[in-house]
């Protein structure tokens, strides 16, 4: 019998997933011919025994394609799973035994996980418990310090600039200030790099809190000097000094729609100010997480994919590939877990960016 | 003395203007030797006498540039012109005298007004009292009577096609109904348009007003075919049937805020029905009102604006260009005014998405 | 048993092909609850007896997809059919005989046949001897007279303009003369809307042979008032004055490998008149006719196929689904055939062009 | 007398020029207070003392613009200049004492060069006779040791993806063998990246001289298994084994017409074994170094341009920025010369094209 890898993808979408599962199995196939076994939904399907062999024909064309063809989920805990009972109410339930014995009833050479920091935590969890599994880091938002970079981020940021762009020239014709809402719960390398590469007049990033008299005055500034518009790219994180950011309330729907995203709080309060202005909101949205990959993250996801079955060939076993500069290494999963990496308010790029004349806000 | 024609653009963003002022420009000089005057801020740079030469230098580059390198002015106009008072209040005063004898000054063989159905009143109200003025049509919206299409309108449903695509493969691949709200106060042909190319599974227009139980039994169909996510296109004028639209209450901040945008809205009565699926909002705003044009747009913008030389050439004062077929034709601009072509709810492009499985909300 | 329908697409490649397929078969189930067949590579899978079931599912995600799912064939004419012998050799046959006896034993309400004027001509031989066709127009070239516009074409355009727009930038930092070379062996619509869309010096095509004096001149103008670039586009059909287009001597590989394509016979000749300037060539080639179509040829695409569905239900057998301004209507496919509609070298857009300074070449 | 700074940018076209431009120009300013100096057409304008004050105004609405706003020079070498002589003659003199002189009078801090390769050892040539200046990389072909990236080289990469991208669908449908030739002289980074990001079957870059013969096998091993078409990404300085590549005969226009492109040689020959298909070419040209920037590439300009103001403030001349992983570092120019860095034909990409299953010709 061939030897035989598994892939899941978890967590939120991220543009490139497709490219890793594609290169997953094609070097398999090609380089090792190992079977290849696709885990559908992440960790639920591996708890309900939902799999589909991948081969070289059900890969083709999947680097153009956003999502994963896999599909994810956000909430398959094996340690924290949300059973449904009978009666409709939903329980949690450590899962990990039967999720274990699933694994090792497919006797896999290794288990490649696909995800962010919530999926690496529950890899390093089972692997603790004997699991044979290899990571592959993702994260829309940049925000893994195992890796200098995350497929997905790329896009998103390219995404988010076009936008910005757009919203430039109606701006300038027209008077307005704009804010545009970008992702980037805790950190705002999205925020920053579309910002800049978008020309942004502010950027509000989780890292920064933000006084608002500074935005109100850089707009101010502007005007003494005959520009009579800005943009202002918000990350959804991005929270007044002292107050809280609208993601931290997630969940408490009733304190959500009193408060709005980052970006309504904050066009409300800037129309109190500028009132003969027209301020406008874009909320961008999934529109960042979704569609066609960049070159760039379809080649990043490629290398990734590669690497981790080198990691599987090599024994390597519990290790989770990353890029520094131009390298693709590898770290252990749990060097890898629960540290974000943030960026940093006198950094680089915040100097880049003060440098260049933008606000951050603080 | 060279002859001389004047140019305005006037209302809200919309790509292609530039290429209007181009071909304007080139034509007038390159075929007739006229001289170009550009007039600021549309009416108020009438009022306030703010010119600037057009050369053919100055449109270089033009094609790709969105906004109008006039400047607009949504307020200002002639016949109710807000004036800042020494206390700071505003009054609405008529100040037509004053635009007329400005533009009487200025001695132009024609002015040429570039606007929607506020700028084409404005013009009819100066032409019924002397003034010499062509008309070129605008509105991204598309929903002028008078012309089959409107320059701007196509680059807005390609940027919300667009983003469509890009939700679709996260919605797909993460089990989400994402609802994407696109521009459209009172006609839905931008959520029409995008929503059949995107392929939405919903498309919610003004001309419609939608029952909230339709949309939630339309998803539960597609659960019960194992398709578990949707994507739902809404017009920022769609309302529920028996309710109003979000737009409706503009200006009343309170209400505004406690009712939300189109799709804020039926996101939070969504998510009361499909608590296990994330529903997600996407709000492009003028993200579609800004940026380069496409071909299509600034292809057509350069036709009406040669067009609209040779109207002033030929004499027809008066005359608003218009797209027939394959043609550039002219109406009178009275015959332009106030009249909105919305989608027929019994139309082709209605039956054309029913016939496709959309739902329309009715 | 249900009725059922029957689909196949001819001829070049064409973005929007998907979308007549994914119309066509949703309309056909949901209004009408036929069933649907794909003939798979246009005439030569109904010669073949390559079919294969189309359902919602078989359709779901196609609007993005450039190409088609059912595969063309260029040269598979019933009528005139290339046979491969036992030797290697091949023979061309009359197969007409066999394909209507394939189509009769399908028991066709109708066969929708997508294609160009190639296939509308075989279409129409079929219908002469029986057979129930129903026709939607295709040709990248939007040179079909029946129909103000083709799907594909618009997406070929947009592909146009933005390598012109980008070799703008180049051009005119460097100092260097660039020709880009579109499709439009006999047509010059796409480069007409490109050429004018992105702004070219000079545009050529099929229906107005050139003068090199009248380019060299051109180009020396523009010199002599200090601008030193300029972006020449030209159609692959377009010829000097008395010469013979590249695309002629196609299948003479001889001729054709000395001949050298339209772009770069002409860019050999201006090297001679520009030494001190780079002349540079792209020949953009298939890029035009792939991937994913526009909004606006998705949209037509699916008013295309539920137009010919409507054909079908209506018993308008023999007609091809034509557009004339924004309204879907039909036409006898015998009147589609063998008309070319040209760029009139005296109609609007020559007009528009010349007078916004672009040299046609006479 | 304020500070002052001066720039000029030398050689090819590259997406992110306008972003160093902008970013030195604001940095001075804004951090330092000094006057900057455009100097135009690279070394030209040094020689013929062309120069333009930048200020943040003259740098606004740059990122999204291609090109450089100072223009460039392929040739002004002030070691070599070619002068033109009053008989139309040209004569190459060494005018470095001009230059030399020239610059001394401008009285600048230093001198901000952003070049290639060529640009660079004209840098070291004037900073080893006193000149004061600091280097900013600049290569499409991303093949400059000194640092890990160069701005200009995503763009091309994900133009020539979305070319690669678009002729998928079109082969895929109609069966075709597409070669789409790209930029790449002496190293295969762009057609190596492209290749795999477009899922290319076939990659051939100048590092790894390809044998026919396994291209044509790789062909026909494809269509053993049924698929029937082929994308072969092609750098313009791929070569067969034992030839030439296209780009080593520039100049010798007789050869060069003789030999063709890289493609156009290549496909010749593959349509002698697959003459039952079509074999289509794309030659993507400059389209791949003009026009808007990628984010990527404007945020790297603009970080390359508020390094190398750092370095003159830091008194570091003589060096260049470079990227190093994330960090912005430098070297000193001469370090950064003649030395091109190539793909590594066993090294990691070579690798995971190898993998993935894509045929590199040897």
């Excluded at 799973?81 to 329980?91: N, S, V």
């Excluded at 729609?257 to 100010?273: F, M, Q, S, T, V």
């Amino acid at each position: 019998m061939a030897k035989r890898i598994g892939i899941l993808t978890g967590g939120g979408d991220c543009p490139g997933l497709n490219a890793v599962i594609r290169a997953v199995t094609k070097h398999a196939i090609i380089s090792y011919n190992w079977d290849v076994i696709g885990i559908e939904d992440g960790f639920q399907g591996l708890y309900e025994k939902r799999y589909q062999p991948l081969t070289s024909g059900s890969v083709r064309g999947l680097l153009v394609r956003g999502g994963t063809i896999l599909g994810s989920s956000n909430r398959a805990n094996p340690f924290r799973y949300p059973i449904k009972l009978p009666d409709g109410r939903e329980e949690v339930r450590d899962v990990s035994e039967e999720v274990l014995r699933n694994l090792a009833e497919l006797e896999l050479e290794a288990l490649v996980a696909v995800g962010g920091d919530g999926t690496m935590q529950m890899a390093q969890g089972l692997l603790e418990r004997g699991a044979r599994i290899v990571g592959v880091p993702k994260t829309i938002d940049n925000d893994l310090s195992a890796t200098d970079f995350t497929f997905g981020y790329q896009t998103a940021v390219e995404i988010a600039t076009e936008a910005v762009d757009r919203l430039h020239t109606t701006a300038e014709s027209h008077d307005r200030i704009i804010l545009c809402e970008v992702m980037g719960r805790y950190a705002g390398w999205i925020a920053m790099a579309a910002g800049l590469a978008g020309g942004a007049d502010v950027i509000l990033i989780p890292e920064i809190p933000y006084r608002l008299e500074r935005i109100v005055s850089a707009i101010e500034d502007r005007k003494a000097k005959g520009i009579t518009f800005s943009i202002i790219v918000v990350a959804e994180g991005a929270k007044p000094l002292g107050g809280e950011s609208a993601v931290a309330v997630q969940g408490d729907l009733t304190r959500q729609e009193k408060l709005g995203g980052a970006a309504d709080r904050l066009a409300r309060e800037l129309a109190r100010h500028f009132s003969e202005h027209d301020v406008r909101v874009t909320v961008l949205g999934h529109v960042q997480r979704g569609g066609t990959p960049t070159a760039f993250d379809r080649l990043l996801g490629t290398r990734y994919g590669t690497g981790a079955v080198d990691l599987v060939a090599e024994g390597k076993i519990g290790q989770i590939v990353a890029l520094r500069g131009n390298t693709i290494t590898s770290v252990p999963i749990k060097d890898a877990c629960g540290q974000l990496k943030l960026v940093d308010p006198r950094g680089e790029l915040a100097r880049v960016a003060r440098h260049t004349g933008v606000e951050l806000g603080a």
